[in-house]
Each structure stands twice: as structure tokens, then as C-alpha cells.
T-cell receptor, first 116, second 111 residues
């Protein structure tokens, strides 16, 4: 399995509180992604990173920010959590280096966030 | 990226082959077909990908029609542990970050 960890794995917080989720990889992959998964919506991309300090928005980025100061870490911050951000958050990585890589994504175990 | 269409759910008897179809009629020439699955609440797991030739690995086989407008993922001898949601995705190999997962096919393997 690809070396991807997420922390925390579970979190309960209150509306208006800032929350930071961490994704850590040991694969030295260039791309990192944050998704959220909600019933009936499948996986939706929040933000992604294509290198250190290089990030861009996905399809549901409002209310979220990200940072990537090192290759191995990608942080997702909810600046002021709302109940609509209650979800399961998945981090993923991929390698776009060509060769034997076909840019398949490898996923972390997920973080279950509840905003009360 | 091309859009895919998959059945919402399927059942398969344990030990039999599970054939999961996917339509991708707007696929472009440089787009690959990728399959992932998600078991219960775990993160999605990569299964297989292909461009135009049939592919096989230790997990599954992928059959892509000659016109590339549809494909079938085959799990040759389904087990209860194959019960999962299966996602078919089409995208270029490089140069794009997008993976549009959709809602997939919920496969239930029956004892």
C-alpha cells in the first residue's frame, strides 16, 4: 500500500471553529489531492497540489484552504467550520513522472469530520 | 474529461464472474479508462487501467470495445470481499489533475 496517512482520523468540532486536517505521504509523489465524500455525491475534489507551494482549486473549494510547504505534507484548513462541512475527507497522491506511472491515484484512510 | 455512465447497483453470486459495464461514448483518443473500487468506508483503491487493448492483472480484467465507447471490468471469481462501489473514470494519462468519480456501481456479492 502507498504510504499515506491522515490525521486526525476522527474529529468532532463546533461551528465557527477552525480545523486543520493533515495528509502525509512517504512516496515522494508530486501530486496531492483533497476530496470530500458525502452520501449521494460520491467523491468531490476540494483542492489539489502539483508541487511544493503550488495549489489550485477543485470543484468544491469554498470554505477551504490548503497549504503545501513540503513534498510530503498537504494540509486542508476549514477556516470557520460549518455543519455543511460534516463529511469524510480523503487525501490522495499521484505521480505524473511518466515512465511506468499512469498517474493512478492512491488514497489515504480518510478523516471523518463532524461539525456540530 | 469524458463522462461515464454506470449502473447504480448489481448483484453477483460468490464464485461467479462479476461483469461491471461502463459507457464512455465521448472518450477522447488520449484518454485512458481507469477503474477504482471503494470498500465500505475505506479510501478508493486503484484496480486497473487501459487505453484500447484488453488488460489483465492480479485483481481483474478490463475489456475495452474496439470503438472505445464502453468497457467492462471483470472480476473472474467474485468473493464476498469484492462487495464494494466500483468507479469507472476516463482521463488523460498526464497533464490533468481531474478524476471525476461519479457515484459508481454498488456491487453486492451474494453467498
Amino acid at each position: 500500500d502507498a504510504g499515506i496517512t491522515q490525521s486526525p482520523r476522527h474529529k468532532v468540532t463546533e461551528t465557527g471553529t477552525p480545523v486543520t486536517l493533515r495528509c502525509h505521504q512517504t512516496e515522494n509523489h508530486r501530486y496531492m489531492y483533497w476530496y470530500r465524500q458525502d452520501p449521494g455525491h460520491g467523491l468531490r475534489l476540494i483542492h489539489y497540489s502539483y508541487g511544493v507551494k503550488d495549489t489550485d482549486k477543485g470543484e468544491v473549494s469554498d470554505g477551504y484552504s490548503v497549504s503545501r510547504s513540503k513534498t510530503e505534507d498537504f494540509l486542508l484548513t476549514l477556516e470557520s467550520a460549518t455543519s455543511s462541512q460534516t463529511s469524510v475527507y480523503f487525501c490522495a497522491i499521484s505521480d505524473d513522472s511518466g515512465g511506468n506511472s499512469y498517474n493512478e491515484q492512491f488514497f489515504g484512510p480518510g478523516t471523518r469530520l463532524t461539525v456540530l | 474529461d469524458a463522462k461515464t455512465t454506470q449502473p447504480t447497483s448489481m448483484d453477483c453470486a460468490e464464485g461467479r464472474a462479476a461483469n461491471l459495464p461502463c459507457n464512455h461514448s465521448t472518450i477522447s483518443g488520449n484518454e485512458y479508462v481507469y477503474w477504482y473500487r471503494q470498500i465500505h468506508s475505506q479510501g478508493p483503491q486503484y484496480i486497473i487501467h487501459g487505453l484500447k487493448n484488453n488488460e489483465t492483472n492480479e485483481m481483474a480484467s478490463l475489456i475495452i470495445t474496439e470503438d472505445r465507447k464502453s468497457s467492462t471490468l471483470i472480476l473472474p471469481h467474485a468473493t464476498l470481499r469484492d462487495t464494494a462501489v466500483y468507479y469507472c473514470i476516463v482521463r488523460a494519462r498526464r497533464g490533468t489533475y481531474k478524476y471525476i468519480f461519479g457515484t459508481g456501481t454498488r456491487l453486492k456479492v451474494l453467498a
